[in-house]
């Protein structure tokens, strides 16, 4: 039988895609297909009926998918269960078609809501329970993004220490003129900040007197929600999350198969620190980057990637499967066989930590499938 890991699901993991400007990718084709179309179908109502319950008003995820509906700060909490909703339908059409049993996969990850996803898959929380604490704060948090820009930091060469991005951040807050902070590691040389106001534009101002060599300031076009930031605080986000994910059940076992979390960078979740992390899950930075190299270090050699359009993963991976090929050159497939690491001369934060990290090197051999590609491509038995 077909089957997106070629045999090897005991090697493989999940990847749950986020919250972006873009979030319904192919979900149209799947609901309008004439074998998955029930499936979708039925998963979309069940992710609208906890979003209307969550949030006090009509949702239908059906018509939005039929239409292709655009994103907007307005839809936020309708695009959060539409991802979640639509992660769950692709993998239950994978099961029920299929076979597979995801359950045997070696370990999840999720950035942003796809953590959620990956505690409802692992069986930590039903969804119900777990999915309603985001929807009802959504709103505020997308409230509060009306002045918030995100910022890409990156360097050309060595890291960006990311303790010192944190500090420029404080220094900046501190200011009294907007608040702003780290959102995101996403490699050794690259984060995400979202900051209000002209925050922004006042880190590039200040980047010389914290960071030696060349640091790079990209503005986003896009207005974001500023969660797994500081600047959730102005509505007491995190507090409010804490006492709602207390009053929800579940949340006694540890995850299976067990979860890599954005939140503390490590397969950390445990029968009893899970609420824990998802009070830190609103307001602490996603550490992508840690993430990333755990599984790589766990000899994971395929990827399956979940939800609409996946991004942030995925583009992760596939940068820095380029930049170990290049930097290796003529020498890579010499220093795979020999474990000896040479000719590193084009990225100095790659050169720099590759000895101690080798299992980077594993990088380009890693096998991606982009589930809702691989479900299209396939005629279910």
Not at 216 to 244: C, D, I, Q, Y
Not at 272 to 278: E, G, K, M, T
Not at 286 to 297: G, P
């Amino acid at each position: 039988m077909d089957d997106p890991f070629e045999g090897g699901i005991q090697s493989a993991a999940l990847a749950f895609r986020g919250y972006n400007v873009t979030n319904m990718g192919r979900s149209r084709e799947l609901l309008m297909h004439p074998a998955y179309g029930a499936i979708v179908r039925d998963e979309l109502k069940r992710s609208s009926e906890i979003c209307a319950a969550a949030i006090g008003r009509p949702v239908d995820l059906v018509s939005d998918v039929e239409t292709n509906r655009e994103t907007s700060l307005t839809t936020f909490p309708d695009d959060t269960a539409l991802i979640v909703g639509m992660e769950l339908a692709q993998l239950r059409l994978l099961k029920e078609f299929f076979g597979t049993d995801i359950q045997k996969v070696q370990l999840t990850m999720g950035y942003s809501v796809g953590e959620l996803a990956s505690l409802v898959v692992g069986g930590v929380y039903e969804l119900d329970q777990l999915l309603s604490v985001p929807l009802s704060l959504c709103d505020d948090c997308a409230s509060l993004a009306h002045d918030v820009t995100m910022g890409v930091v990156f360097t050309r060469g060595i890291a960006l220490d990311f303790a010192k991005l944190k500090h420029l951040c404080m220094v900046i807050s501190c200011e009294g003129e907007g608040l702003i902070g780290p959102s995101a590691q996403l490699a050794p040389n690259a984060a995400l900040v979202l900051g209000q106001g002209k925050t922004i534009t006042r880190l590039n101002q200040l980047k010389k007197e914290f960071f030696e060599g060349r640091v790079v300031v990209h503005k986003n076009p896009h207005h974001w929600p500023p969660l797994h930031t500081p600047l959730v605080w102005e509505k007491s986000v995190a507090n409010r999350a804490g006492m709602k994910v207390y009053h929800i059940q579940g949340g006694h076992v540890a995850p299976h198969p067990k979860i890599l979390s954005c939140v503390t960078g490590g397969a950390d979740y445990t029968e009893s620190n899970s609420r824990d992390i998802l009070v830190r899950w609103t307001d602490h930075p996603q550490m992508l980057w840690d993430v990333i190299y755990a599984t790589l270090a766990s000899g994971v050699k395929t990827i399956l990637h979940v939800g609409p359009e996946p991004n942030i993963i995925p583009s992760t991976f596939e940068r820095l499967s380029t930049n170990v090929t290049q930097q290796m050159g003529s020498n890579y497939l010499k220093a795979i066989s020999s474990g000896v690491v040479s000719g590193l001369n084009r990225f100095a934060w790659l050169r720099n930590i590759l000895p101690a990290k080798s299992a980077l090197l594993r990088a380009p051999h890693i096998r991606h499938v982009i589930l809702e590609d691989w479900l299209l491509e396939h005629t279910p038995e």
